[in-house]
């Protein structure tokens, strides 16, 4: 748990779309695809991530001693992050594409485990809940929004 979000800041840099020629497909238009960018990257809490230096994640834990604030870097090709014995060697760049290798391994031995896989549909649903909320914030001037079964 991140804690209570206090700041939200986020960019979304992608140039696919700035092509005149480009058609309007469903994830641009927001009656089909709901809170577009927010809604399909979905980043909140305390945590970077810089697509130009992949292999670190940077958290900030504020529940620690004020003394010790700050953000730390989380190296995700370190030899004792849960996947790097699976398929690639540390030291390797971890892509946006090897996240949905992961989770379709942890689908798969959930399944072959007779266990139920994590993240659950209850926890999607937290996550949808909290999107919206952010979405209704943004639309009433940044009103607080108490989140559905916060």
Not at 78 to 98: F, N, R, S, V
Request: without cysteine; charged residues 25%.
């Amino acid at each position: 748990m991140l804690g209570d979000i206090r700041h939200v800041r986020a960019q979304y840099l992608q140039d696919w779309i700035v092509d005149p020629e480009f058609p309007l497909v469903w994830r641009l238009q927001k009656d089909k695809a709901g809170s577009g960018a927010l809604g399909d990257i979905g980043a909140l809490g305390s945590l970077a991530f810089d697509f130009e230096s992949m292999n670190d994640l940077w958290f900030h834990d504020h529940t620690i001693d004020s003394a010790e604030h700050g953000f730390r870097r989380v190296q995700v090709t370190e030899p004792d992050h849960p996947y790097a014995g699976a398929w690639w060697p540390p030291g390797h760049g971890l892509g946006y594409e090897h996240a949905f290798v992961h989770e379709m391994k942890d689908f798969l031995e959930a399944i072959a485990a007779g266990t139920d896989p994590a993240p659950s549909f209850e926890d999607g649903l937290r996550v949808q809940r909290v999107l919206a909320a952010v979405e209704q914030s943004a639309a009433e001037d940044s009103r607080f929004i108490t989140v559905e079964g916060s």
